[in-house]
């Protein structure tokens, strides 16, 4: 949980050091490098069904001014696959120790320091076309990418809102291992506090966006979005059995009601007060089983007049 919450600063520094590597690479300083080329990336946070998040990204070289202009003769995919290695292999978040106190009757919760960074399984791959021939357009990449940023944290069984405590798990009927790793996500908020463990534990310590990109990436986050819009959507007409839209360009879209967003499921405080009924409810149901079955069996009763 502590990986995930400080993916987002690994994915930081591993721009950083890219934007190093290259200008290395090329021999180039780092200034003559910005002006002679530009580093442009998409970038979706995906979720494994263990909980930990990987992201999957699209990086590419530009000229100076943009996609619009071309990248100078340095800029190759050789030098930009080795440059990726070696940034990643740099990259390197410290945390520090912690510990806490919950109560002075309490013995002090520590955690030791520890050095995050990125995993063995870095795959890079070039990207010349999708499917047969297809031209690399700027669609192609945001389906390209979209497809992964479809996973969210609720394909591992964990919930889509904040909760407020570890009762709330249990009324949600959370699944016993993202369960875990959300009381983790609590657990570990008195800890470091700053990192904000307990306002992200139904993200799983994520606290990122699902997709980022760069100034100049000329793919949108609302490309992005649409193109997951349209994605999920041709999902759920093939769970229907419905006909694909596509084969019918005739087809059109009758909008029956316009539907607002107004809330969802309840507040910290509400939430505690829940898990707090429900747990009297529990305790007054086997507070009397346990008072019928320690009573007599009806025949033995004995009747007096």
């Given at each position: ?26 021999g180039l300083t780092q200034k003559d490098a910005r002006e002679q080329s530009r580093v ?195 999902q759920q007409r093939a769970a229907l059995g419905l006909p694909d839209l596509d084969d ?12 607002t967003y107004a809330g969802h499921g309840y507040t910290p405080g509400e939430s505690w ?33």
């Amino acid at each position: 949980m502590l990986w995930n919450n400080h993916a987002s600063d690994l994915w930081r520094y591993f721009t950083i050091y890219l934007r190093r590597e290259i200008a290395k690479r090329a021999g180039l300083t780092q200034k003559d490098a910005r002006e002679q080329s530009r580093v442009s990336f998409g970038k979706v946070a995906e979720y494994q069904k263990r909980g930990a998040v990987h992201f999957h990204a699209v990086i590419r070289f530009d000229g100076p001014e943009g996609p619009d202009t071309p990248p100078p003769y340095w800029a190759t995919l050789d030098l930009l696959t080795d440059a990726i290695r070696a940034a990643a292999a740099r990259v390197a978040v410290d945390v520090p120790p912690a510990r806490y106190r919950p109560d002075p009757d309490q013995p002090v919760r520590r955690e030791p320091a520890r050095t995050l960074r990125w995993g063995t399984e870095l795959d890079v791959q070039r990207i010349k076309a999708f499917g047969d021939g297809e031209e690399l357009t700027e669609q192609a990449v945001a389906s390209y990418v979209a497809k992964y940023a479809t996973k969210a944290a609720e394909t591992t069984g964990a919930v889509d809102r904040r909760i407020g405590n570890k009762e709330a798990l249990v009324l949600l009927d959370v699944p016993d291992h993202p369960r875990r790793l959300m009381e983790a996500c609590l657990d570990l908020h008195a800890l470091y506090p700053d990192r904000k463990l307990r306002d992200w534990a139904h993200m799983l310590g994520f606290r990122g966006h699902f997709s980022t990109k760069s100034r100049r990436y000329s793919t949108t986050l609302g490309a992005l979005r649409q193109v997951r819009a349209d994605y999920r959507a041709a999902q759920q007409r093939a769970a229907l059995g419905l006909p694909d839209l596509d084969d019918n360009p005739e087809a059109t879209t009758l909008v029956l009601s316009h539907w607002t967003y107004a809330g969802h499921g309840y507040t910290p405080g509400e939430s505690w007060l829940a898990s707090r009924i429900a747990k009297d409810i529990r305790l007054n149901r086997e507070t009397a089983r346990e008072a019928l079955a320690g009573m007599p069996d009806p025949d033995d009763w004995e009747v007096s007049a």
